[in-house]
């Protein structure tokens, strides 16, 4: 059926421009496997002008520094908790033992794969700066997945086309400049140092150039029109393969740099670079064949699946709302729909050494089952059922059944020690949900016996973790625990509001799929279902974060307002509206919203839209705050050191699907989630409910 809206002039009136030097708004391409981020070259070419690391990152791409099995958690001496009469000890404590904890912490770390950039030579054969470029203009086109980046160089003009083949590898380049017959252009590939730059997870976005000892570069094969690079550093390799349209000469600079040099004569060049890893193959393809792919996958992809158009609304917000929209969706499919669950700064550079957390996998691809995308989401659950046993084994290590999923890992899913992260359990019901997504989506046999582990594993863990308190005659979590507010002590914590009812919700969507399933029940999880503890609500009549902080809006108004998400995240059966109406009037005038996440904005705004408050809803998505910053590039800025964090795109596109198509069991109006004053026109389709 034909689109009702005008989908390519949607998504083109939002195509990022950039006319000079942004060091905080690259562009980049990718296909949810591999992403190249460019200045405004449009390749790498003066990654030292930008705060911004222009990297080259991959699903595959990781290091471990000596080799994978150099420490194993079971060396950690664990720090022990009581619990109910036990001791259970969690990777929480580094003192006397910080090499261990920190290699653990460390490894697997993400590959920077290599840097390829433009050197462009003055008349008088110096390298020019940045300053040197003139009259530039890049522009991102969504509708085909390409970058074309204009600018002057000494009154010369150099056009350069940059896309990703969308089911390979690889980048294409086509470069179009009179410079190129004067022989003041050559491209540049360099490979940086694959081991982190520091401890520290917010300098560890840094990329090291300086020691070449720690990686071996080698060129394996030049003939005619191609080269191959062997990386090898300790136990781990990769190859690059680059593949150029005319003759060209290939010279070694540094030891892990080199020079691609078009020949004279010509004011074309063509090329291609791809990547693999060691031992497998790559078939390269030309520029001008990866340019029609790209185009033809967005257009395929901007097609399919829901949209939303906001720019016939009065409110002068709305131009704004539908450009972070347009930009995230394109954003989370190239970043956040992978076959691993994404870091929190995607394919760009490493937060945290690359690895991903798990409590941000919700906010990354949760919302691709509300746009009509449910395949992108698809793509990173199989990882789960790939590392169920580690889950299991994580558990039954504590004294637990089922599987417990681990918080910052890696893709071979070994939890990561911290004194924060071994103690969260609000990523534990995300796979669950997720599931339950896939079968919304998908209602067939196939989907529940795919994710069937999955779920029963998580559930079962969920059930072993509650523990009865016979005094109180109810079912409780924690201590220790720390809740999706992550400053509060673990063995301090009990009952978090968001955790208390993510739990119910997890156990009944488990218990459906038993039923769906043909299983029998099982009587525990019904009894944990029903019997957990009341969500806990101070004296002021509005819920605390947990059932021990009645100072939850004086010293602890600080990072996540989490209790909102019992209602809004989740469809929050065991909440009283009213008090959540009063919780969230608290949180809008007593939170510190400058100590607040990309995700928190539009978790509470969710929370409005179920109370009814479409105006606070849209205050909410577009409230003024450094953290809800979005730049030219669609990214949504946080701080120096995590200058992208896609759980806030993500984010925002769950809660302006659940706006604009409501929710099931919902009002049945349209747009139940923005304001009904006339102000807003909300045209949609191809939309789904969440629960």
Not at 72 to 87: A, D, I, N, P, S
Not at 373 to 402: C, M
Not at 448 to 456: E, F
Request: proline fraction near 6%.
């Amino acid at each position: 059926m034909k689109s009702s809206i005008d989908r390519k002039a949607l998504v083109t009136r939002h195509n990022p421009v950039i006319h000079a030097l942004d060091p905080l708004s690259p562009l980049s391409v990718g296909n949810s496997e591999i992403a190249y981020t460019v200045d405004l070259t449009g390749m790498q070419s003066f990654p030292n002008d930008y705060t911004f690391p222009l990297g080259t990152q991959s699903q595959w791409g990781w290091h471990s520094s000596g080799n994978p099995d150099k420490h194993q958690l079971e060396e950690l001496r664990l720090k022990e908790y009581e619990t109910y009469g036990r001791k259970v000890g969690y990777e929480t404590d580094p003192e006397g033992q910080e090499e261990v904890f920190h290699w653990l912490r460390q490894n697997p770390h993400r590959l920077q794969l290599g840097r390829v950039g433009l050197v462009i030579r003055a008349e008088d054969g110096k390298r020019i700066a940045i300053a040197d470029v003139q009259d530039a203009k890049q522009t991102l086109d969504m509708w085909s997945g390409t970058i074309t980046s204009r600018f002057r160089v000494e009154g010369l003009a150099v056009q350069v086309i940059t896309c990703c083949h969308p089911h390979s590898d690889q980048i294409g380049i086509q470069i179009d400049s009179p410079l190129l017959a004067q022989g003041r252009l050559c491209i540049e590939i360099a490979f940086p140092d694959p081991e982190p730059v520091s401890r520290n997870w917010g300098k560890c976005m840094a990329v090291e150039w300086g020691r070449d000892e720690t990686h071996e570069t080698k060129v394996a094969d030049v003939s005619s029109g191609k080269a191959v690079f062997e990386r090898t550093m300790d136990s781990d390799g990769y190859r690059m393969d680059v593949k150029w349209s005319d003759s060209a000469e290939l010279s070694r600079g540094a030891k892990h740099s080199f020079s691609l040099t078009p020949s004279a004569l010509t004011e074309t060049f063509s090329f291609t670079f791809g990547f693999v890893r060691t031992g497998g193959e790559i078939e390269m393809l030309p520029a001008d064949a990866i340019q029609v792919e790209s185009s033809l996958h967005w257009e395929a992809f901007w097609n399919d699946g829901g949209v939303i158009e906001l720019a016939e609304s009065q409110d002068a917000r709305a131009l704004e709302l539908e450009r972070r929209i347009v930009l995230s969706q394109f954003l989370t499919a190239i970043h956040c729909a992978g076959s691993l669950p994404p870091q929190e700064t995607g394919l760009l550079y490493n937060s945290w050494f690359g690895k991903f957390h798990l409590e941000m996998h919700w906010w990354h691809a949760a919302h691709f089952a509300q746009w009509g995308r449910i395949g992108l989401l698809k793509k990173s659950l199989d990882w789960y059922r790939r590392i169920l046993p580690v889950a299991e084994k994580l558990a039954r290590s504590q004294g637990y059944e089922g599987a417990r999923w681990p918080k910052m890992v890696g893709p071979e899913g070994r939890q990561s020690p911290s004194p924060i992260g071994a103690l969260l359990i609000w990523q534990q019901p995300h796979p669950i949900d997720l599931a339950e997504l896939c079968y919304q989506a998908e209602p067939t046999r196939e989907t529940l016996d795919w994710l069937k582990d999955v779920v029963m594993e998580s559930a079962r863990f969920m059930a072993s973790f509650a523990v009865w308190d016979a005094d109180r005659k109810a079912y409780v979590l924690g201590p220790p625990v720390i809740p999706a507010q992550e400053n509060h002590r673990g063995e301090d914590s009990i009952n978090p509001t968001f955790e208390l009812e993510y739990w119910r919700h997890g156990l009944e969507i488990a218990l459906k799929w038993r039923e769906r399933l043909g299983m029998p029940t099982e009587a525990l999880w019904e009894r944990i279902r029903d019997g957990l503890a009341p969500l806990p609500v101070g004296e002021e009549g509005v819920y605390m974060a947990h059932e021990r902080c009645p100072d939850t809006y004086t010293k602890m108004n600080i990072d996540h307002p989490s209790m909102l998400g019992a209602l809004g995240i989740l469809p929050g059966k065991a909440v009283d509206h009213d008090v959540m109406r009063a919780t969230l009037n608290k949180v809008v005038t007593e939170w510190k919203w400058d100590t607040s996440w990309g995700w928190d904005f539009p978790m509470s705004a969710m929370t409005a839209a179920r109370l009814g408050d479409g105006n606070r809803a849209v205050d909410l998505l577009l409230m003024n705050a450094t953290k809800n910053t979005y730049l030219p590039n669609g990214h949504n800025y946080q701080r120096d050191n995590l200058l992208a964090y896609l759980p806030g795109n993500g984010g925002l596109l769950a809660a302006v699907a659940l706006m604009a198509c409501g929710w099931q069991d919902g009002p049945d109006t349209h747009a139940p989630g923005f304001p009904s004053d006339g102000t807003w026109t909300v045209r949609c389709e191809g939309l789904h409910q969440r629960l």
